[in-house]
């Protein structure tokens, strides 16, 4: 993971970069931290006020807005709630844990990131310190988050890479000579080394470098006659480009080579078996927050990738572990009953007990705002600018959740006299 801190002089103006990509289709927010409701829940205005009335409480404050960019490798493909859930750790460890702060998750580049928008003044009025903070406070949080939540590291992304084979990557108008060499890359670095005993099991590792290994249907005619055909894929995993028969291949993985293989890789594959359920075990046991999200990040960091198989209604049905140590692959339930897909996501706790277990946690403490009106536990005084929220509160007697600190009451004249007067009447008297 990679942080990227940036402060400036216009809340409105780092609100709206990302506002606009959400209207262009390309963002989403996705976590509204600190703030009265959900994200789902407030209007564009009433997200920006919340960071507007901080910011009017301090106005020597200057550079009071903050813009993070938290990057990921391109391999990691998070959940909205574990990003939420990063988000989270990552504000609270740079010392913006109790103020506001809009997240928000890009899709206009090739790796995946998010955005946060916050304000440097707290609900106090006092300066949130950020000097030095990418180089101090970021950077321990960083590595802290990538140990924590098993993120790929930023200062292994390079040896990383250059360990993986590459995806092949071929527009398929480029016709059959140059389709069939990028396949047959791809299958010279998997089909002898990876230990698979099925076609799925094949395709589990060969569709992550996107290629796909077909029969076609069972009324096709290249079924019946024992045939199998190779195919490139795109980014959303649809076939594209030209077929090419296996038999046309230099290492000549036809389905008769390959059923020999499936016997021969059982075997092979045993010694590995332990290593793979130990892992699963390991993450689960005892545990009662291990989302399914979560299960699959902590495997991904171990070496083990888990390949879900989903339906048209994207449930799932089906269940691969790809263990690209020791080049074993395991459907879930050659492993056991334990393993299989429905097996796992019983294991595992859904995503909303978990987030609903967090909130129930979190409103259990005092929020940091709450004490500070009534207005705290209702948006309703986002609904309007700082000057129009601080009238409308002092014409109804009520004391404004963002209104300065307010001096000591008012002392009477009789009551304020100096120490020498009341000294001398103290002396008088005796």
Known sequence: MVAII???????????????????????????????????????????????????????????????????????HHSKALLAEISQAYMAKIGFGNQPYLVYQHYDSGHPHIHLVSVKVDANGRRIETQNIGRNQSERARKEIENEFYLVKASSKKQQQSEHLKPAMVNASYGKVETKRVISNVLSG??????????????????????????????????????????????KGERVG????????????????????????????????????????????????????????????????TVLRKNDSALIYGITYVDHRSKAVFNGSSLGKNYSAKAIQERCVAIDKAMANRLSNTQRQEHPMTGLGKSATSKSYLLATPEQSNDARLANGEDSLFDPVKQDGFTPADLRGSKRRKKKEFSQSL
């Open 6 to 76: 940036k402060t400036g002089t216009s809340i409105r103006s780092t609100f709206y970069y990302n506002e606009n990509k959400l209207k262009e289709g390309v963002a989403e927010c996705i976590r509204a931290g600190n703030y009265p409701d959900d994200a789902t829940n407030l209007t564009e205005q009433e997200r920006l006020n919340m960071l507007l009335k901080l910011a009017a409480l301090n106005t020597n404050v200057v550079r009071n807005s903050v813009h993070i960019s938290l990057n990921f490798d391109p391999s990691e």
């Open 242 to 305: 030209v077929p090419i028969k296996a038999s046309d291949f230099h290492q000549k993985p036809t389905l008769k080579y390959l059923q020999t293989r499936f016997e021969i890789n059982e075997q092979l594959r045993q010694t590995d078996r332990l290593r793979v359920k130990n892992a699963i075990d390991f993450t689960l046991y005892g545990k009662t927050n291990v989302t399914l999200d979560r299960l699959i990040n902590i495997l991904e960091r171990d070496g083990i990738e």
């Open 190 to 235: 998997v089909v002898d080394k990876y230990k698979f005993t099925s076609i799925p099991e094949l395709n589990a590792v060969l569709n992550r470098y996107n290629v796909a290994a077909d029969r076609g249907n069972e009324e096709s005619r290249t079924y019946k006659k024992g045939g199998l055909h190779y195919r490139l894929l795109n980014a």
